[in-house]
T-cell receptor, first 108, second 114 residues
Framework: QKEVEQNSGPLSVPEGAIASLNCTYS??????FFWYRQYSGKSPELIMS????GDKEDGRFTAQLNKASQYVSLLIRDSQPSDSATYLC????????FGTGTSLTVIP | EAGVTQSPTHLIKTRGQQATLRCSPI?????VYWYQQALGLGLQFLLW???????NRGNFPPRFSGRQFPNYSSELNVNALELEDSALYLC?????????????FGPGTRLTVL
């Protein structure tokens, strides 16, 4: 099992809907988890970090961490076409581990 | 606060040559990470430097090497370039190494090997 796994998608949602992105992790990663957004041809941009069990909200974004089930998710409310990008889940272990990313398309 | 900077933006080399890529971290950050991202693929971890020392390296051959300078800037060297080395090379920095520190990325260097 890879340290961090994501469904590669693609995921399509209509404008204004909630986009739900999921990530699972192995025992080899620790307690720090991150979500990055990467537009095509650009470098990843940090959206959220989450360190403790539960929800963390920042504007239209909510990160959820469930340590018992070893998953972390990102919810994007009121999705906009500008949210169309690849979303990378990351976690720390003996190095920084990135998932392969989920491609999100928001349809106007 | 200035972000992570990388140079050059683009680099074109021929097979067998050497490439040197440079990275300056955010002020106050001591850790620098290098990643390779081939077209359409995910981030592949290359190297991690902290306080001038190499802390970890990914599954890449020894012709990928680097160093971190006393001012925490870093360079990545790729020797004996191969066609498959063509990729976007990303540098990231963090304040605390793996102690939960968030990584912030530079804009990347696009390396093309002909």
């Amino acid at each position: 099992q890879k340290e961090v796994e994501q469904n590669s998608g693609p995921l399509s949602v209509p404008e204004g809907a909630i986009a739900s992105l999921n990530c699972t992790y192995s025992d080899r990663v620790s307690q720090s988890f991150f979500w990055y957004r990467q537009y095509s041809g650009k470098s990843p941009e940090l959206i959220m970090s989450i360190y403790s069990n539960g929800d963390k909200e920042d504007g239209r974004f909510t990160a959820q961490l469930n340590k018992a089930s070893q998953y972390v998710s990102l919810l994007i409310r009121d999705s906009q076409p500008s949210d169309s990008a690849t979303y990378l889940c990351a976690a720390t272990g003996n190095q920084f581990y990135f998932g392969t990313g989920t491609s999100l398309t928001v349809i106007p | 606060e200035a972000g992570v900077t990388q140079s050059p933006t683009h680099l074109i080399k021929t097979r067998g040559q050497q490439a040197t890529l440079r990275c300056s971290p955010i002020s106050g950050h001591t850790s620098v990470y290098w990643y390779q991202q081939a077209l359409g693929l995910g981030l592949q971890f290359l190297l991690w430097y902290d306080e001038g020392e190499e802390r970890n390296r990914g599954n890449f051959p020894p012709r990928f090497s680097g160093r971190q300078f006393p001012n925490y800037s870093s360079e990545l060297n790729v020797n004996a370039l191969e066609l498959e080395d063509s990729a976007l090379y990303l540098c990231a920095s963090s304040r605390m190494g793996l102690a939960g520190g968030e990584q912030f990325f530079g804009p990347g260097t696009r390396l093309t090997v002909l």
